[in-house]
């Protein structure tokens, strides 16, 4: 796995001429147009890095975009990969191992995400405080890579205090009314049933998805500095009495893209 992972990261260094980057951004459903916002675009497709997975779910892109924004150097990821895609753990943070080994430290991961607040509702923006997983597998799980991190690692700030402080301070620039809140992470590729979403609620989540969680495992391991923004692009099964479809999810992050790349944007200038 390390041998791989060196692999890659020697790959991308080359085609980014050896610069170094501070930040990397992955770009949840509906939401990948940030990327197109990145200056002095360098864009490596997924299936051109050695040992990298490919992207399969409706509107990822599949494809590293790297330059400016902002004023930072910044990598995004276009689509990331999935647990119901069928990829193993390893294979889902394989992109955020890659990331530590080019001498990235801060990470944003986005989601679309199912809105569990009945509070809220569809087209908010929320700043994940912390998260849920009970799905059984884990991207550490097996031999543990002691290049990456330690063995048993602290999840106490699984998403860092200091960048989310930053993310407020962004938003109340911009005049944003964002939400803050707990993500709980089901497996999917299904939507989440009504009594799940109720036992979400119960447990002391705001919104449900199936991503992000293993993202920001992988990233504590390593040290990394980690917040997370999801976009409530729907209200979760059973607290409306419609059906669910991924249409509506890529609408949503189409509808709220304006704020959602503000907010992103000015987070990056203060963090």
């Known amino acids: ?72 150097r910044i990598i995004a990821m276009q689509g990331r990969f999935h647990f119901y ?15 530590k080994l ?22 908010s923006l929320m700043l994940i405080t912390d998260h849920i997983k009970l799905i059984a597998e884990c991207p550490n799980r097996g031999q543990n890579i002691d290049e990456l991190g330690p063995r048993f690692f602290d999840m106490s700030e699984a998403y860092s205090k200091e960048g989310r402080e930053k993310v407020k301070e962004a938003a109340a620039s911009i005049g944003l009314d964002l939400k803050e809140g707990v993500y709980m992470m089901f497996s999917g590729p299904n939507f989440e049933t009504p009594a799940e979403v109720r036992f979400a609620r119960i447990a002391g989540a705001d919104a449900v998805g199936m991503s992000t969680v293993p993202e920001a495992i992988a990233a504590s391991h390593m040290g990394m500095k980690c917040i997370g923004i999801s976009c409530m692009t729907n209200m979760a099964a059973g607290i409306l009495d419609q059906k669910l479809n991924h249409e509506e999810v890529l609408e949503t992050g189409e509808r709220v893209k304006k704020s959602f790349q503000a907010l992103v944007k000015e987070t990056i200038k203060r963090w």
Do not use: Q
């Open 1 to 72: 796995m390390i041998d791989n992972l060196k692999d890659s990261a020697a790959y991308i260094r080359k085609k980014l001429g050896g610069v170094g980057y501070e930040y990397a951004l992955v770009l949840g459903s509906g939401l990948g147009d940030l990327a197109e916002e990145i200056k002095d675009p360098i864009v490596i497709d997924y299936h051109a890095i050695p040992h990298f997975p490919v992207s399969t779910a409706p509107g990822h892109k599949g494809r590293l975009v790297a330059g400016i924004l902002e004023g930072k």
């Open 102 to 123: 080019l001498g990235i430290d801060k990470l944003i991961l986005t989601n679309a995400a199912g809105c569990v607040n009945k509070e809220w509702e569809t087209g």
């Open 85 to 99: 895609e069928g990829w193993s753990m390893d294979e889902v943070v394989y992109p955020i191992r890659v990331f």
